[in-house]
């Protein structure tokens, strides 16, 4: 995938109805991770973070419009300050480009959710 700056990412998809959490991570590759968005319905937040050998500080987000079983579209627009994350209702997360990434070649799903991303 070639995720450059300027870049909007469009992820569909049906989140399975009996998932704690899952995770899209986007970043140069597994151990280096722009974005790390993370909906957690165990704790009814969504969770973001980087991770560069180590995670970053996390931006916990009060704003899990999405249900258990729900089919969603999330969009992620990849520009100069960082990714900005928009939910299916609208809310905009703005997520800085900590590790000053200039593309996002690697996707990856984790958990509970069958996803086609658009580029
Ligand atoms: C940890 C969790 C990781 C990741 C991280 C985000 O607690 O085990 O999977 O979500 O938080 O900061």
Known sequence: MAMKLGTTLMIKGK??????????????G?????????PRYDQSTI???S?????????VVD??????????TV????DSDGVKVML??????????????SQ???LRVEGGQHLLPEV
């Open 104 to 106: 996002l070649p690697y």
């Open 47 to 49: 969770v973001l973070n």
């Open 63 to 72: 704003h899990l419009c999405f249900a258990q079983g729900s089919e969603i």
């Open 51 to 59: 991770f560069d050998r180590r995670l970053g500080k996390e931006l």
């Open 15 to 28: 989140i399975a109805k009996d998932v704690d959490r899952f995770a899209i991570n986007l970043g140069e």
């Open 30 to 38: 597994p151990e280096k991770l722009g974005l790390h968005f993370n």
């Open 75 to 78: 969009v992620m627009i990849f």
């Open 88 to 101: 299916p209702d609208g809310h905009q997360i703005s997520f800085p480009n900590r590790l000053g990434l």
